[in-house]
């Protein structure tokens, strides 16, 4: 219920009481379009500074994080953590916002997201049903703001289709306020003027919605660019034939001189994204103007900003300097990451580069080692393992180090006698494991590693190891010839192990 406490030509101080409290008017709506004011700005932030209402957007919040999952947390106000009123756009803005990604037919709009492109279907039915599950204070109608400038013809049909919109959005929220498990059944609606800059258009809509008795009634479609002239002119000319004894909501619009203008035009409801955008980029709204760090010479709505006091030039001066080391240490930042760095790292290898001479063992950036038998202009001719035919071309950026290729010293044996004619190879534990060793890469020999970890005592027979060196074949980790290193029979020597090992891979042998 609104009440009217006193009025002073056409401007008026009144009460709205809603179900989360009284909202004293002339009133600002700080804008959280998806739930949350840009700039980490809290709901704890908004008490201090007297914020009495918050306005969302359904269309944003529909899509993200979803109606319904607000609905399950018990709606808006506990998703937000805020206890005071809410209200929410219908949508009807991101018809002119969006006009690239939307359709307008008589049953409602058909979006492509913003986001991903889907399909989305808004009409009166589902805009009323979203604000419902979002639960907020005031639902406003679903309508479309037409494009500035617009055709009369198109206007017309436009303000036309707004107006049948709003007699199904009333049916609409009547029906879902009256549904035992929805969770605001005083949720209250607010109807739409427009008709662009049509002051004829205009006010023949106002008078036709004023008969509805609605909670509220707001003048949309301004402030999409037409000029402040052109914005007040409409505002003389239609808040007149709007109810005096209704809240009265100039939508979309919140500059300081805006706002005293309106005021004296008979507007009480206000909002705008403007005070916490200018926040975010450092700029102030004072008694003189706007002000900017540094000499911004900034206007507000035709007024040149004023020579700063000491606080104010104290203030921007603060910013400025705290702005200028910030983007310096950034600078040094990326000079040590991008250049210095990489400079020290290139030295360093060209050093380790110049240094290595024929006989060197190096290090490849592969994990290979080789040894260095001829040097050319940008190559570095290596050999590799024991076949000294085999002689690869390696580019000089490639060699990582200087370094002598790393040997496993043999593991302790683990042989005894088991049943009196067996022999025990492996404790239980042992694993194959493949290692880079320096052997011919024509040959494809890659080495298997019996290693003898002696963490248990449990034994196994040569058939276990027969079996182990045959799945590793069989995974791909053994080519050609294949030896056991670090095992060693006390039957045989090691020679005559590889070999059986190798002829076993090629068939030749069957496991004994």
């Not at 479309?144 to 107006?163: H, I, L, N």
């Not at 949720?187 to 049509?198: D, H, P, R, S, T």
């Not at 020679?495 to 002829?503: D, F, I, L, N, Q």
């Amino acid at each position: 219920m609104y009440k009217l406490l006193k009025t002073e030509g056409r401007a008026k101080r009144g009460e709205l009481h809603t179900c989360h409290g009284v909202i004293q008017t002339p009133v600002f709506m700080n804008v959280g379009t998806a739930g949350a004011i840009k700039g980490a700005v809290s709901t704890m932030d908004l008490k201090e500074i007297k914020c009495q209402v918050q306005l969302s957007n359904t269309y944003h919040l529909h899509l993200r994080p979803g109606d319904e999952l607000i609905r399950g947390m018990g709606g808006l106000h506990k998703f937000m953590v805020w206890d005071r009123p809410i209200l929410t756009g219908s949508g009807g803005f991101q018809v002119f916002s969006l006009a690239g990604l939307r359709k307008i037919k008589e049953e409602g709009v058909y979006f492509s997201s913003h986001i991903d492109g889907h399909k989305i279907f808004m009409g009166p039915e589902e805009s009323m049903e979203i604000q419902s599950n979002i639960a907020s204070t005031i639902a406003m109608a679903f309508d479309e703001c037409a494009p500035y400038p617009s055709t009369r013809e198109y206007m017309q049909k436009s303000v036309d289709r707004t107006t049948r919109w709003l007699v199904r959005c009333i049916d609409k929220i009547k029906q879902l306020n009256q549904c035992p498990d929805t969770l605001n059944q005083n949720q209250m609606l607010f109807g739409i003027n427009q008709g662009g800059v049509f002051e004829d258009i205009r006010i023949e809509h106002a008078k036709a919605i004023s008969t509805l008795n609605l909670d509220g009634y707001a003048v949309g479609g301004l402030a999409v660019g037409e000029s402040h002239e052109e914005m007040y002119h409409i505002l003389e000319q239609t808040v007149p034939y709007l109810p005096q004894d209704k809240p009265t909501y100039l939508m979309g619009v919140g500059t300081p001189q805006n706002i005293l203008e309106s005021v004296e035009r008979g507007i009480d409801f206000f909002d705008c994204v403007l005070p916490a955008r200018n926040g975010r980029h450092a700029n102030l709204y004072t008694n003189k103007g706007q002000e900017a760090p540094a000499t911004d010479t900034s206007v507000v709505e035709g007024t040149t900003t004023q020579p700063q006091t000491p606080a104010d030039s104290t203030l921007g001066g603060t910013t400025l300097i705290g702005t200028i080391l910030y983007v310096v240490a950034i600078a040094v930042a990326f000079y040590f990451l991008l250049f210095r760095q990489p400079r020290k790292e290139q030295k360093k290898r060209a050093e380790l580069r110049d240094s290595i001479k024929i006989g060197d063992n190096v290090l490849t950036s592969g994990g290979f080692y080789g040894k260095v038998v001829d040097i050319g202009t940008d190559v570095f001719i290596l050999e590799f393992g024991t076949n000294k035919g085999i002689r690869v071309p390696v580019s000089k950026a490639a060699i990582d180090a200087i370094k002598d290729p790393v040997t496993t010293p043999p593991p302790k044996e683990a042989v005894t006698e088991d049943g009196g004619n067996k022999k025990t190879l492996l404790r239980k534990g042992a694993y194959f494991m493949p290692q880079k060793m320096r052997l011919p890469a024509a040959e494809k020999i890659k080495i298997v590693e019996v290693n003898l970890s002696g963490q248990f005592r449990s034994k196994f027979d040569t058939n276990t190891v027969w079996h182990w060196v045959e799945y590793v074949a069989r995974m791909g980790m053994a080519r050609g010839a294949i030896g056991l290193v670090g095992s060693s029979y006390r039957k045989y020597e090691p020679e005559t192990k590889r070999a059986a090992v190798s002829e076993y891979l090629r068939g030749g042998v069957s496991q004994k």
